[in-house]
């Protein structure tokens, strides 16, 4: 696995909770100045990103944050997927 993540600051418009096709929760970011839309995989993120996603998503709306993140390869051209690995406030 490809261990050279990219980083981003801005700030987080929306938290959407999703379910993928096997029903496992994931968390879907949409970023300011960035349109395209961050996954976040609640079986990958690290216990303290995931703890704040899911305790208390609502107050990283409107926060400026870090985040770590891996592109993921988009078969179908609906705009780029994002593995969020860490979500860190600014």
């Known amino acids: 696995m490809n261990q050279n993540f990219l980083t981003i600051h801005t700030t987080i418009n929306d938290i959407e909770t999703k379910q993928d096709k096997n ?7 949409s970023l300011q100045e960035h349109p395209d839309y961050f996954y976040a ?17 609502h107050k990283l709306v409107n ?11 988009n078969k179908d051209g609906n705009g780029n997927f994002f593995k969020v690995k860490a979500i860190e406030l600014v």
């Not at 029903?23 to 970011?29: I, Q, R, V």
């Not at 995989?41 to 998503?57: A, C, D, G, V």
């Not at 926060?63 to 390869?73: D, F, H, K, M």
């Open 41 to 57: 995989f609640t079986y990958n993120l690290p216990e303290n990103t995931l703890k704040t996603l899911s305790e208390s998503p």
């Open 23 to 29: 029903l496992n929760p994931y968390f879907k970011l």
């Open 63 to 73: 926060q400026t944050v870090l985040i770590s993140y891996e592109e993921l390869p």
